[in-house]
């Protein structure tokens, strides 16, 4: 298995807010590929379910999962079909999406959080495509502003946009909000 980067600074520092919406259900990481964030929610003690369309990055999620003693459930399914998340509305603590556009989902994932329940979103902006690295498809990258208003239904908690300080920058929108109780 190859190394997994660290779980993304955004989860990092928003851990104790997915914890404080985990008793609500279950945390949902969308398009969770090989795991990173699913781990790190699971280190953390939560009931964490990763979802992705790819077999075998949930079989490298739950071999790793199954090596550090940590219990998760993997889901396989596209969530770019019209089908949506395949989970009882209002059913998720919280939802993690990270690295992943796929704009006709919004609706989906707001109806699958729970009353209180926190969404952690962290993808690219159209400043990506400048870079010389990642993606620069246009319909994955998000253009200035427009994280909060796909998720217009929820409270905005924490947003950033802009350019990564890393030694490899990244431009991303980061978003925690939460889904309102009443």
């Known amino acids: 298995m190859r190394p997994l980067p660290a779980a993304s600074a955004l989860l990092v520092e928003h851990l104790e807010r997915v914890g404080q919406a985990a008793h609500l259900g279950p945390v949902l990481d969308v398009a969770c590929g090989r795991g990173r964030h699913c781990l790190e929610a699971a280190r953390a003690g939560f009931r964490v379910v990763g979802m992705d369309r790819s077999e075998e990055s949930l079989r490298e999620l739950r071999e790793r999962a199954a090596l550090a003693g940590l219990a998760l459930s993997t889901v396989r399914t596209d969530l770019e079909t019209a089908a949506g998340i395949p989970v009882r509305p209002g059913s998720c603590g919280a939802i993690l999406v990270f690295r992943f556009l796929f704009r006709e989902l919004a609706p989906a994932i707001v109806a ?71």
Do not use: I
Request: charged content about 20%; glycine content about 10%; overall charge negative.
């Open 112 to 182: 699958s959080l729970a009353p209180g329940g926190v969404l952690v979103y962290e993808t690219f902006t159209v400043g990506q495509a400048e870079l010389p690295y990642g993606p620069n498809n246009p319909d994955f990258l998000l253009g200035a502003g427009e994280l909060p208003s796909l998720f217009e239904n929820l409270d905005v908690e924490f947003f950033w946009e802009g350019d990564t300080d890393a030694e490899r920058p990244e431009a991303l929108a980061r978003l925690v909000a939460s889904r309102p109780v009443h």
